[in-house]
C-alpha cells in the first residue's frame, strides 16, 4: 500500500489502506469474512494509477481495532455505519464500490438502504449474491468460529494453500506474501490467523434478510463476478440474479473458486471497463446496452480462458 489512515469510529480505529492517494478517482474496496484490505494490492497496482483504492480493514481483522462488544460490533448494521464513517472521513458523497464475499454483501445492503443507497455510485460483487449456497455458509461459519492454532509458520502457509485454493494465486510469491499478511504469534510462540476468532459470531447474532428484496431495490449500476467453481454463489443464482437486474454485468472466472483473487489483468481490466464506463450506457433502460455488453463480457471470458 502507499498510505494508511486511521478512522476513528467510536472506540473503534478502522485502518484503510490506501493505493495511490493522489488519483483522481476512488473505489472502495471492501474484503471477505475472515480477511483485510492487503488483499486488494494486486488489484489496485492492476487498476492503476488513476484510481485511488480504499480498502478498509473491518472491525476484528487485519490493523483495525478489535471488539470489546463482538454481539453487537461483528454484524452487518455496524459495518454498514463503519463504511459510512469511511466514506464521511474521506468526503465521498458516492463512491463506486468493489466487495468480496462479505465485502460484496456489504455492499448489497448500503446500495439497497434507503438511507446510503445514493452513496454507492455503482457496485462490483465478487462471488458473491443475494443467494449463496447453505452448506458452503455453513462450512465458513464452522472454519472461522474456531482458534486455529500452527506451532511452525510453515504449517501455516500449508492450511492457507488448501483452505485459500479458489484465490486462483498461481505466483509463488503471491503466495508467500498472502501467509506473512496473514499471521500473527500468540504469546505461547505458536501462529494463527490475523483476526478476532469471534467474527463468525455474526452468523448466530445477525438478524436475517429478505437479501433478494434487498437485490430488487438496488438502482446503481452492477457488475458480478464468479469463479467457476464457487461454492458459495451458483451458476443458476446469476441467471436469476439477471433477471431482476437486465442491466447486470457477469464476468465467470475459470479455474477459481471462493473467490477470485482480483490480481490479473484478465480479471481486473473488465472492471476497470465497468468501472469507468458512462452510467447511462449501464442503465438497464437502454435497449442498446444489453446486446452491445454481452459481446463484450463473452470476450473477456474467452479472453480469460486463454490466460
Not at 500500500?1 to 473503534?12: G, P, Q
Not at 494490492?41 to 494509477?49: I, K, T, W
Not at 471462493?258 to 490480481?263: E, G, K, N, S, V
Request: charged share 25%; glycine share 6%; proline share 7%.
Amino acid at each position: 500500500m502507499d498510505a494508511l489512515e486511521m478512522v476513528k469510529f467510536r472506540e473503534l480505529e478502522i485502518a484503510v489502506r490506501i493505493w495511490h492517494p493522489q488519483a483522481p478517482r476512488t473505489v472502495i474496496a471492501w474484503h471477505g469474512l475472515a480477511r483485510h484490505g492487503g488483499d486488494f494490492a494486486d488489484f489496485a497496482r492492476a487498476l492503476g494509477p488513476e484510481w485511488r483504492v480504499l480498502a478498509p480493514d473491518t472491525p476484528g481483522r487485519g490493523l483495525s481495532s478489535w471488539s470489546l462488544h463482538p454481539a453487537h460490533d461483528y454484524l452487518y448494521e455496524h459495518y454498514m455505519q463503519v463504511a459510512v464513517a469511511v466514506m464521511d472521513h474521506f468526503k465521498l458523497a458516492q463512491v463506486p464500490w468493489v466487495g468480496t464475499s462479505m465485502g460484496g454483501l456489504l455492499g448489497i445492503l448500503l446500495a439497497a438502504e434507503p438511507s446510503t443507497a445514493n452513496r454507492i455510485e455503482r457496485l462490483v460483487l465478487n462471488d458473491v449474491g443475494p443467494e449463496l449456497d447453505p452448506d458452503g455458509l455453513t462450512e465458513l461459519a464452522t472454519y472461522f468460529g474456531v482458534l486455529h492454532r500452527f506451532w511452525h509458520f510453515s504449517d501455516l502457509q500449508a492450511e492457507l494453500r488448501r483452505h485459500y485454493a479458489g484465490f486462483g494465486i498461481e505466483d509463488e510469491a503471491a503466495w508467500r506474501r498472502l501467509a506473512e499478511e496473514s499471521a500473527r504469534r500468540l504469546p505461547d510462540g505458536s501462529w494463527t490467523y490475523h483476526f478476532d476468532p469471534r467474527i463468525s459470531e455474526q452468523f448466530v447474532h445477525d438478524t436475517p434478510r429478505d437479501t433478494w428484496a434487498d437485490w430488487s431495490a438496488i438502482h446503481c449500476p452492477l457488475m458480478v463476478v464468479r469463479g467457476e467453481h464457487s461454492p458459495l454463489l451458483k451458476a443458476a443464482s446469476v441467471e436469476r440474479m439477471a433477471e431482476v437486474h437486465q442491466g447486470l454485468v457477469t464476468l465467470e472466472v475459470p479455474g477459481c473458486g471462493h473467490a477470485p483473487m482480483l490480481d490479473r489483468a484478465s480479471q481486473v481490466d473488465p472492471i476497470a471497463e465497468f468501472l469507468t464506463c458512462p452510467r447511462e450506457r449501464l442503465i438497464p433502460s437502454a435497449s442498446a446496452f444489453r446486446p452491445r455488453w454481452w459481446h463484450r463480457v463473452l470476450r473477456w471470458i474467452t479472453r480469460t480462458d486463454n490466460t
